[in-house]
Nanobody, 120 residues
Framework: QVQLVESGGGLVQPGGSLRLSCAAS????????MGWYRQAPGKERELVAT???????NYVDSVKGRFAISRDNAKNTVYLQMNSLEPENPAVYYC??????????????WGQGTQVTVSS
């Protein structure tokens, strides 16, 4: 079993910052990729940022230069630093690690989500 605990969401004013965290625990052999996705009401879930085990990152265009994904491999934790947040519809942010639970078994796991709202 793999457990994911997300934290850091909340209400922030436009231009403000938030830092999301997602800690993975349980039967983890190694984590390959760690990513953040978001889903607004009535919209499909979209990729926000990913970071693989080699350190390569990928961001959706709308957050480039404002968001930064990082990971602490020793803690199996991924972070999303969100700066210069813009007014937008509320969205739930989800972390999604792709990990191996043993030498051959891998899967994608979703966190429970954390609400982010940018509003004055």
């Amino acid at each position: 079993q793999v457990q994911l605990v997300e934290s850091g969401g909340g209400l922030v004013q436009p231009g403000g910052s938030l830092r999301l965290s997602c800690a993975a625990s349980g039967s983890i052999f190694t984590i390959v990729d760690m990513g953040w996705y978001r889903q607004a009401p009535g919209k499909e879930r979209e990729l926000v940022a990913t970071k693989n085990s080699g350190g390569a990152t990928n961001y959706v265009d709308s957050v480039k230069g404002r968001f930064a994904i990082s990971r602490d491999n020793a803690k199996n934790t991924v972070y999303l630093q969100m700066n210069s947040l813009e007014p937008e519809n509320p969205a739930v942010y989800y972390c999604k690690p792709r990990l191996y639970t043993d030498y051959t078994t891998w899967g994608d796991y979703w966190g429970q989500g954390t609400q982010v709202t940018v509003s004055s």
